[in-house]
């Protein structure tokens, strides 16, 4: 018979509650009468766009014309679409943290917040902004042919001079003041500046008025944002961390919490969550909110159309070996390419569902299932079997003969057995079964299937072939 086998990570404060997690496996609902209604499919790897040849973070990238903008360490780079890239003359002052970039259609504005900011004009070099009138910038975006800029540890509003980002006029500003804490962060969502703070969230548009245009349509929020660059959009709404360690997104001018008690309790135990860095891509149907605490090493992701969540990991050869957060520190849309940047070594890929590898490591895939258990009695477990689509192996190397391990937990998840390996087929074997067989009893076990060979991985199902105990 069929067991619960396919969903989202939902592990807790208790595991011997809910030990559930998901693991470069994004679930995929049909609706259209197939085999099952839900199945993990896995998650896009990364191929090089462009190497820079040495460690540096990425710190962010945005697209002006025909062109992609990346500031790698202190240097911004104009990559063209087959990868080769030119160094713009000028650095920055830092060469780590996120930087916040906007442009007008000619200039592109780079924020190092809390230090500097950065015009590139396309074409030319990059130059700090010498206006004097020129506050100390905490973020940037742009609307109504204005750069819009926060003041940092304020709640003030600047606007450039229209079209131009190194105009600034000292009267330009103003404060939302309807809150007493400071602006953190913001965005241009459907016509209208959110301004989000440490308490509170304002709503802004441009009236036309000839001395300031920037006002308040009447709109604020008690609930503020907790990680500055956390903060994303798509077509309906923008998501968000807030205060309290919840992710939310916007329905109007509400605020809805997307994430679960469960996910927050995993929040809570990193020891920072005001780095996190938020972005979000479609692909194939889905779209998706990726979110990752660079301090916690961890990368959680909402998948908007399924309202599903799994979490990203990526293994690390450098310094020591470790599987932590994805390799993804920012995103851009570049023409039909999904372009990522990596945190550490400098590299922009491309995510591609098509790929197995993140550049030349491998990806860990792995499901952790929901608890199985009946009334606390013994259940003796026969068989195991996991549907999924087999004889996608390769010609030769690692994946020409594609394994699944299977191990158990019985004790909510806490201590795990030795894993029991099979194989997904080789390459057409397409009858083939993955089955394990006298696997034990056990009152309450977690079942969890862990696959890392370099091959296309969807999980169909699970059954399981067992006898219920008299206690």
């Known amino acids: 018979m069929k067991t619960p086998f396919v969903g989202g990570s939902y592990q807790g404060r208790s595991k011997d509650i809910n030990s559930q997690r998901c693991i470069n ?40 014309g025909i062109y992609l903008y990346a500031v790698i360490g202190t240097t911004l780079y104009e990559i063209d679409s087959d990868g080769n890239a030119t160094a713009i003359s000028g650095v920055l002052d830092t060469d780590s943290g996120f930087v ?3 442009d007008n259609g000619t200039q592109l504005m780079i924020v190092d917040p809390g230090r ?20 100390t910038p905490e973020t940037v975006t742009f609307l109504d042919g204005y750069f819009v800029v926060t003041e940092t540890d304020s709640g003030k509003v600047w606007i450039s001079t229209s079209y131009d980002g190194t105009g600034w006029d000292a009267t330009d500003f103003a404060t939302a003041e309807r809150y007493p804490d400071n602006l953190l ?45 956390s903060i994303a959009q798509d077509k309906d709404s923008l998501f968000f961390l807030n205060e309290h ?11 809805v919490p997307i994430s679960t008690e469960q996910i927050e309790y995993r929040f809570s135990k990193y020891n920072l969550t005001s780095d996190a860095i938020g972005y979000i891509y479609s692909q194939e149907g889905h779209s998706f909110y990726v979110l990752t605490f660079p301090n916690g090493h961890a990368t959680w992701v909402y998948d908007i159309t399924t309202d599903l969540w799994h979490e990203r990991e990526s293994y690390r050869t450098d310094p020591s070996g470790f599987y932590g957060r994805h390799r993804s520190n920012c995103y851009a849309k570049f023409g039909l390419l999904h372009i990522v940047g990596d945190y550490f070594n400098g590299k ?19 499901r952790s299932a929901p608890h199985v258990h009946q009334d ?20 030769t190397g690692q994946g020409s003969d594609p394994q699944a391990m299977l191990d158990w937990s019985d004790d909510g ?33 977690v079942f969890r299937v862990t696959i890392s060979d370099p091959v296309k991985v969807v999980i169909i199902a699970a059954m399981m072939d067992a006898t219920i105990g008299v206690s």
């Open 25 to 64: 496996f994004y679930p995929m609902v049909d609706k259209e009468g197939g085999k099952s209604v839900v199945q993990l499919h896995g998650t896009p790897g990364l191929v090089d766009f462009y190497d820079l040849g040495s460690n540096a973070e990425v710190r962010n990238c945005h697209v002006l």
């Open 100 to 102: 916040w970039m906007a």
């Open 116 to 135: 500097n900011g950065w015009i590139f004009t396309y074409g030319g070099s990059l130059t700090q902004i010498a206006d004097t009138d020129f506050p």
């Open 185 to 229: 962060s913001q965005a241009v969502h459907k016509g209208h500046l959110w301004l989000l703070g440490s308490k509170s969230v304002e709503v802004w548009y441009n009236s036309g008025a000839a001395d300031y245009p920037l006002e308040n349509i009447g709109v604020s929020i008690s609930e503020g944002i907790g990680a500055a660059a």
């Open 245 to 255: 360690n919840r992710v939310v997104r916007t329905q109007g001018y509400d605020l």
């Open 348 to 366: 922009l890929y491309k995510l591609d569902l098509e790929t197995y590898l993140d550049g030349t490591e491998i990806i860990r895939r792995r």
């Open 376 to 395: 606390g009695k013994d259940i003796f477990f026969s068989a195991f079997e996991l549907d999924f689509e087999a004889g996608i192996g390769l010609t």
């Open 413 to 445: 998840g806490h201590n795990w057995s030795h894993g029991l390996w099979t194989t997904m087929g080789a390459l057409g074997k397409y009858g083939t079964r993955a089955v394990w067989r006298k696997l034990g009893r056990s009152r309450n076990r």
